[in-house]
């Protein structure tokens, strides 16, 4: 292998202020200088990959352009100790795929800071079920159980449930033994959620309640908000006494139309979760937890949720996303058509 070596990658490009999508050819010459030159076997399509492959420079700010956030593979070629070729490694969110070209080609050179040995004893095809979305997940459910909140203090409510991080936060809270209520718009989808485990569902209204309101009728013992907006504004508005509120995504809003009566009459806690620039050792123990005891709980629910396409269909994917046509985990495959 050297600088001139080909691989296949999807490559957005701005052409007369549209954007167009193909899959390409690149030379690992085209990749930016890094420690860690990984072959990648699988990626995951996450909401960011679809604004990036899209053309949002609130993600992306130069193209052409490869997104991805997650990739999984087997290191190619590494100038550190901590990686040699041949290892397993996963690359995950700080700039991969934003800024710098991603996972949905099959070669990236990074940091050794951005990269984590392949937790033992997931396979790669599991990290990426998992990725970027389900790490998301699985640091919400983290801090909720770390904060002190137990099944027996009442419901938890999941916002944008069918979601990737929103379904793995279902099913591995309803393994956890928590009463799951989930929020979702897609009335088609209420089956899929009871099947995760979820023992209630909710559509968008229902889960806003009366907007003009300052406080309602307490409900959630802790929240999964992964939308923003007044669904966000609602969840807090109806959380019980001391509940504890993460919120990790903005799909719907960034705005969060609330009084301080929640916090103040309640002390009701809103704590952000952040993925992309997440401390490498907090990465390790969340990993070291879907390894090892949650892996279990989620093994079966991580089959149901996740689907497997190649990278000739990533960009029609790409569209259902946009959409709202899409639910759980994409799983990008780049070992499979040449």
């Not at 203090?153 to 069918?162: K, N, W, Y």
């Not at 990993?287 to 892996?295: E, I, S, T």
Request: charged share 20%.
């Amino acid at each position: 292998m050297n600088d001139q070596t080909a691989f296949r990658a999807l490559v957005v490009r701005e052409e007369n202020g549209s954007f167009q999508r193909a899959v390409e050819e690149r030379r690992i010459a085209d990749l930016p200088p890094g420690d860690v030159l990984i072959r990648v076997h699988f990626s995951s399509l996450n909401y960011k990959d679809a604004l990036s492959a899209s053309g949002n420079k609130g993600v992306t700010k130069k193209y052409p352009h490869t997104p991805g956030i997650d990739a999984a593979g087997v290191v190619a070629a590494s100038s550190v100790p901590q990686f040699s070729a041949g290892d397993e490694a996963l690359c995950m969110c700080y700039d991969l795929g934003m800024n710098t070209p991603g996972g949905f080609g099959e070669y990236i050179r990074v940091p050794a800071a951005w990269t984590l040995a392949k937790p033992e004893p997931l396979s790669l095809l599991e990290t990426m079920q998992i990725g970027t979305a389900g790490f998301t997940a699985a640091q919400c459910v983290d801090k909720l159980l770390a904060c002190g909140l137990r099944p027996e203090q009442g419901p938890v409510l999941v916002t944008g449930a069918t979601g990737g991080v929103g379904s793995l936060a279902c099913a591995l809270l309803a393994k956890l033994g928590f009463a799951v209520t989930a929020v979702t718009g897609k009335e088609s989808e209420h089956d899929f959620l009871r099947q995760l485990g979820c023992a209630a569902v909710l559509n968008r209204q229902q889960a806003i309640g009366r907007a003009s309101a300052a406080l309602l009728r307490e409900r959630w013992a802790g929240v999964v908000d992964t939308v923003g907006g007044d669904i966000l504004a609602g969840a807090v508005k109806a959380a019980q006494y001391n509940g504890i509120v993460v919120c990790c995504g903005n799909a719907a809003s960034g705005e969060l139309p609330l009084t301080v009566y929640p916090f103040i009459l309640r002390g009701v806690s809103l704590i952000g979760i952040d993925s992309a620039e997440c401390p490498l050792a907090r990465r390790k123990d969340i990993w070291d937890k879907l390894a090892g005891p949650w892996r279990p709980l989620l093994r079966d629910a991580l089959a149901a949720l996740s689907v497997r396409i190649s990278l000739a269909q990533l960009s029609q994917m790409v569209d259902e996303m946009l959409a709202g046509r899409t639910r759980g985990r994409i799983v990008v495959d780049l070992t499979g058509e040449k």
